[in-house]
């Protein structure tokens, strides 16, 4: 079976009847796309029909890889999940809705965050739905149960979506996000990914490529926004293999006269890209690092990071203060959810690094990262 096909198909047990899978299969066909009309030949990272990595990768996905992980899977008994080692807190509904003017995040489990910016609420990856799959009756489940729901949250300005992958990118998320009272937020997007969502009904977008960058105002400033590149891939079907970009996204302001740069790393396998992004932008306050979803290494390796990894991008982006996302809810890959509980804390400890200077969000927490010297008059 071609390599393409394989990154998609890993999304779906294996564990299903044949007619699902091919259920699934046919269920998502709508839409695909063979071409790349944003292709410019001077950009190394553009292909006639679509995108690559600026980096080689010597962990590609041989064909064949994924059965033979599944193959591995059948023969192996993998460590369980132990949802309940991920630390859970009641969301402070009344607080999210306060604009203070104070630097927050809160983390929506996986990669769904809502940072509280410059008194914009911008959220990345959304997905607060059950599975992460083209259909809702198969696929990947949630083990821990989003710590509200889309209809709770309070009006967002403006959404981040790093890929267009299923555990990141939710069609019932993004449209419900879409149809907010108030009005659709901005969503930024990478190339390619704004024909999909047109195709949604969602109609308030703006495509970036690589180092582009689009300035959201807002009453308190606004924020700076760029996409920078991340070691990845992009489908949403098994002909659409890189056909839209990916990436991560910098986010600059200024907060009480003093710039702020937060940045947030997408999807990512180790790679070159992060110094070369700490070169650039000479660090950050905050970031927003994967840990989980890595095993099979062999298998893993050239598309998503493990502790170790994620701390040395913690390290090459010049990173202050680091948060690890992209792990507590699904099961995607070998390691169970509750990896980083015990991983990330060792990865530290060999790197030499304090431990406060990576650490684990509390699902549906709100952390004050930053206080505003001067908040809102509808603050307490």
């Not at 009344?94 to 927050?104: A, E, I, K, Y």
């Not at 996986?110 to 809702?136: C, F, I, K, Y």
């Not at 939710?170 to 996000?177: F, G, I, K, M, N």
């Amino acid at each position: 079976m071609p390599a393409r096909f394989l990154p998609w198909l890993k999304q779906i047990p294996v564990h299903r009847p044949r007619w699902l899978l091919a259920a699934a299969i046919a269920g998502a066909l709508a839409g695909c796309a063979s071409s790349n009309p944003a292709y410019d030949p001077n950009k190394p990272h553009h292909v006639p029909d679509g995108f690559r990595n600026l980096y080689a990768s010597p962990h590609g996905e041989p064909d064949g890889g994924f059965w033979a992980w599944q193959w591995q899977r059948l023969r192996s008994d993998l460590p369980a999940d132990r949802p309940e080692r991920v630390p859970r807190a009641s969301v402070d509904l009344d607080r999210l809705g306060r604009p203070t003017g104070d630097l927050t995040f809160t983390w929506l489990g996986h990669s769904s965050a809502l940072w509280q910016v410059n008194g914009l609420r911008v959220m990345t990856d959304p997905h607060l739905s059950e599975r992460a799959s083209p259909v809702s009756f198969a696929g990947p489940k949630r083990l821990n149960a989003p710590p509200l729901t889309v209809d709770q949250l309070p009006p967002i300005d403006v959404v981040l979506i790093s890929h267009n992958h299923y555990d990141h990118l939710d069609l019932s998320t993004v449209q419900r996000l879409a149809a907010q009272p108030g009005g659709s937020p901005l969503f930024i997007v990478p190339l390619g990914v704004g024909r999909w969502m047109a195709a949604q009904g969602i109609g308030r977008v703006k495509e970036l490529d690589w180092w582009d960058r689009v300035t959201v105002p807002g009453a308190q400033g606004g924020v700076s926004v760029t996409f920078v590149p991340s070691h990845h891939w992009s489908s949403r079907t098994p002909w659409d293999r890189s056909a839209t970009l990916w990436g991560g996204f910098v986010m600059q302001a200024s907060m009480d006269a003093a710039p702020l740069s937060l940045y947030y790393a997408g999807d990512t396998g180790y790679a070159p890209d992060f110094a070369d992004i700490g070169r650039r932008f000479g660090g950050f306050d905050f970031s927003m690092i994967p840990v989980g979803c890595y095993e099979p290494r062999w298998f893993m390796r050239g598309q998503h990071v493990n502790e170790d990894e994620a701390v040395r991008i913690h390290q090459d982006v010049r990173s202050r203060q680091s948060i690890g996302v992209h792990w507590g809810v699904f099961r995607l890959c070998d390691d169970p959810i509750d990896a980083p509980v015990d991983g990330l804390p060792a990865a530290l400890a060999r790197a030499q690094l304090p431990q406060d200077a990576f650490v684990l969000p509390v699902l549906g927490e709100t952390r004050l990262l930053r206080a505003a010297a001067h908040r809102a008059a509808s603050a307490d």
